[in-house]
């Protein structure tokens, strides 16, 4: 009995040292350009129940993104929030991208987004801006990779520092 308390206490020790681990707020967004479709091509990852709370936070709007009760209204307030929070700088102009969609894996959604009509030639600088969440998480983390034609440059974007930049 006297070897049992301090086994049982191993092996019970280690889960309420998770007990109050804080979560981790991150998102993973490729930035690649496309030759053969002329594009700048960004896919963008975010967790569900994040985005779920910032559209519900932001808009008073209870998001269900992810579930079978998703509507298109979901949809909007999707790309709504996107387009205020997440913006493409081509050659130091703001540009319009288009919000091709969106998918589910597991606990994230995928969002798919191109800035069409940018050649090779005329591109010589990428500029992000990442704003996903911090509005509501201040530890919020944005990676951010970007690759042009061989370049490629690796952003971590956090509230005060919220831009990454590939220079061609």
């Keep these: 009995m006297k070897i049992f308390k301090p086994v049982l206490l ?3 020790l280690p889960f309420f040292a998770f007990a109050g681990a804080h979560k981790f707020y991150i998102s993973v967004t490729n930035v690649d350009y496309s030759e053969k479709d002329e594009a700048v091509q ?5 967790f569900i129940d994040d985005m779920n709370a910032v559209l519900n936070e932001r808009y008073g709007y209870p998001a269900v993104l992810g579930t079978k009760k998703e509507s298109s209204v979901d949809k909007e307030f999707l790309e709504k929030y996107l387009r205020t929070k997440f913006l493409v700088e081509i050659n130091g102009k703001t540009e319009k991208y288009d919000f091709i969609g969106h998918k589910f894996d ?27 969440l911090t509005d509501l998480y201040d530890d919020q983390q944005n990676v951010v990779h970007i690759k042009v034609n061989g370049n490629k440059k690796s952003h971590v974007l956090i509230k005060s520092r919220i831009k990454g930049m590939l220079n061609l």
């Design 42 to 46: 960004i896919i963008t990852r975010v």
């Design 106 to 132: 597991t606990d994230m959604v995928i969002c798919y987004l191109e800035v069409p009509n940018v050649p090779l030639k005329t591109l010589k600088q990428i500029g992000i801006t990442n704003e996903v």
């Design 10 to 12: 191993l092996f019970i």
